[in-house]
């Protein structure tokens, strides 16, 4: 789609009113929140963890498995370099430890426990013994686009999607769109992307998902992270 017709599609996209509720409130929200300089090391760690946890999985999963590893005391990076540290997290993830609970009442198993636990600690080895931390990493960029790429290339388990979520919740950014199915589904619901795949989310893709949506927020005055969370909160609960 040409910067043309995506002008004259977003000209003519109505946004349904329960977004906008949403969108109101998660501003609020999104407003009263420290950012990435007011946070300490330890939360911006954590919060990288919890978007590793959450690639390919239901947000209720990855927090459920998040908040089991972070009580249990197996984010500790200080405990990463040692040789069983992927075992112990890969061991909690295979036990049925999250959310959402099924119809008998028992807990869930991590989808992924193997990936992710391997995931998680070579990212904290890069960047906690090859590297000094996010935060200086962080400071290093002019643009968000480039701490994106930066992270989507260096951290095991961030893609695009990944790293942009991380950067929207420590507000880093709120120009970067999360794009998954549930956008695209939308994006193609309210005809703005009318003929996408919503299966496949190739890089091309994504970046031209996030440019038809940054030129719908910039012509309406929207905040493309927080209305990207109001769409992805409505397209779930449907």
């Not at 002008?7 to 009263?32: F, G, M, W």
């Not at 031209?208 to 992805?232: H, K």
């Amino acid at each position: 789609m040409n910067s043309t017709a995506e002008e004259r599609a977003a000209s003519n996209c109505t946004i349904p009113q329960s977004i906008l509720k949403t969108y109101s409130e998660l501003l609020l929200y999104y407003d009263d929140r420290k950012d990435w300089k007011s946070l300490q090391e330890e939360e911006l760690w954590h919060t990288l963890c919890l978007c590793i946890l959450s690639s390919n999985v239901p947000y209720e999963m990855a927090e459920s498995a998040f908040v089991h590893l972070r009580n249990k005391g197996l984010l500790d990076c200080n405990t990463m370099g040692e040789k069983d540290s992927v075992r112990r997290i890969s061991d909690e993830l295979a036990t049925p430890i999250c959310l959402p609970i099924r119809r008998n009442g028992s807990l869930r198993k991590y989808r992924f426990p193997n990936t992710r636990a391997k995931h998680i600690v070579e990212a904290a080895r890069y960047l906690y013994f090859d590297n000094s931390g996010l935060r200086l990493i962080l400071k290093s960029f002019l643009w968000d686009t480039e701490a994106r790429d930066y992270l989507a290339a260096h951290i095991p388990g961030i893609g695009l999607k990944e790293a942009s979520n991380f950067l929207r919740n420590v507000k880093y950014s709120d120009s970067l769109a999360i794009v998954d199915t549930h956008i695209m589904s939308f994006l193609k619901e309210v005809s703005l992307l009318p003929d996408i795949n919503c299966r496949v989310i190739t890089r091309k893709r994504y970046m031209m998902v996030e440019r038809v949506l940054r030129q719908f927020c910039t012509s309406m005055g929207f905040n493309l992270s927080i209305l990207d969370l109001a769409i992805w909160q409505y397209m779930r609960s449907k």
